[in-house]
Each structure stands twice: as C-alpha cells, then as structure tokens.
C-alpha cells in the first residue's frame, strides 16, 4: 500500500452511511407491491451492484410494466421518507474522521446519491466540517460515479497517487482504477466482504479498522 496517501475520497452510502438495511426494506416494499418474494440482506449484498438497472433486471421487475425512472422514482421516495429516521453513521465515524484529519488526512465525498440528498445528509449527522468537498449525482439513477470522480480529482491539489479512496462496492473499486487512486474497501456495507476480496485490495471490516490502516500510509507534508 502507498505509504504518502494525504487526501480520503470517501464513499457515502453503505461506507459512512449505515443504510444498508433500509435499502433492503425499501426494495422488498417495492417488490411487495409487485406480488414478487422479498429478498434478504444477505441476497442483497451478494447480488446488488452497478449499474443499478441490472440488480433491477436480477430482481425481476418488469420494465415493461414498471419503467427503470419509476422503479426509480419510488425506491428514492420510499427511502428518503425513511432514512433520517432510521440510519445512522457506522460506528467510530466521527472519530475516524476526527484522528485522520489531526494526522494530516484531508476528505472529500464522492457519492452516486444525488447532490441534494448528499448535502442534506452530510448537514443531518453534523460531519461537514471534516470534507473540503461534496460531490454528489445529479440523477436519480446512481450513474455517473466515474466521470464525477475524475472531474474532481483534476481539482484536487493532490497527484492520484496521494489519494485514496475509500468505499464498500467493487464499483468503488472500479472508480478508484479509472481515477488512478488508492483503494480501500470496508466489508459492512451493500457488497459482501468474498465479492471485495476479489480486487486484491486491502479490506477493512470497520472503520476503526481502517483508520489504522490508514494512520500509518498518512503523511503531514
């Protein structure tokens, strides 16, 4: 692993965002409108990915019936009227942050959550101050993660190899490569830790975890 890394580019749902059970709710709320089975969690983080429209197509919504912007549509209605409620940030989050930032780490967000939902939940848990920049969707379709990522890494003051990000999807993986970033993927959000493993990237099954792994790849310069 780098041993210069000065700037965390973390993901937001699932990786500081403990919405994984909620996201399961939600979709099973869908289903069940649907006549269709509900899934369990452990189904979810197993099959979930990226693009969102092929978990849909796993699922077996009919997009003859119910088109990809309606399914859409509803899951961020479900789950928005929900999620401040109902979520938390994992464990030690704040504290995480708190330490990385006092051992010379800077942080951003790079999230497929729209830009609103973003800002608002970032203000909601009281963590903005730790993030020199939001960078949110500006779909309701989680799409567009790889361009938005190398958009702001141009704006960054860091080379990508000074950067790692960090999250808990092999599509987080995919946009680390694509952006020339480290990587660091944690195992208690939307993706089951066997799938993350398959990167060969270092694995953190919690924050704690990570900030140590972290801790000792920081540099103050």
Same mark, same amino acid.
């Given at each position: $692993?780098?041993?210069? *890394? ?16 909620? %996201? ?6 869908? $289903? ?6 509900? @899934?369990? +969690? ?7 990915? #990226?693009?969102?429209?092929?978990? *849909?197509?796993?699922?077996? #919504? ?16 479900? *789950? ?6 109902? %979520? ?13 930032? /006092?051992?010379? $780490? ?12 973003? +800002? ?16 949110? /969707?500006?779909?309701? *379709? ?8 190398? +958009? ?10 000074? @950067? ?18 480290? %990587? ?19 694995? /953190? ?17």
């Amino acid at each position: $692993m780098s041993t210069h *890394y000065k700037h965390v580019i973390w993901d937001w749902n699932g990786t500081l965002l403990n919405d994984t059970t909620l %996201c399961v709710e939600v979709l099973n709320g869908l $289903m069940t409108r649907r006549g269709r089975a509900a @899934i369990s +969690n452990e189904e979810y983080r197993q099959n979930f990915g #990226f693009p969102v429209v092929h978990f *849909y197509d796993y699922l077996g #919504f009919d997009t003859d019936v119910d088109s990809f912007e309606q399914i859409s549509r509803e899951f961020i209605q479900d *789950y928005e009227a929900r999620w401040f409620q109902e %979520c938390q940030l994992h464990p030690d989050a704040v504290s995480v942050l708190s330490d990385l930032s /006092a051992g010379g $780490m800077s942080h951003s967000v790079l999230s497929a959550a729209k830009q609103e939902a973003l +800002n608002a939940g970032i203000d909601h848990f009281g963590i903005r101050k730790h993030f020199i920049g939001l960078v949110g /969707a500006d779909n309701i *379709y989680a799409e567009g993660k790889i361009a938005q990522g190398r +958009n702001w890494v141009e704006q960054l003051d860091w080379r990508p190899d000074e @950067i790692v990000l960090v999250g808990d999807t092999l599509h987080d993986f995919e946009v680390a490569q694509a952006i020339g970033a480290g %990587c660091i993927l944690l195992g208690h959000g939307h993706h089951a830790s066997d799938r993350l493993v398959e990167t060969g990237v270092p694995i /953190a099954h919690s924050l704690r975890e990570l900030a140590q792994l972290l801790n000792t790849n920081a540099t103050t310069d």
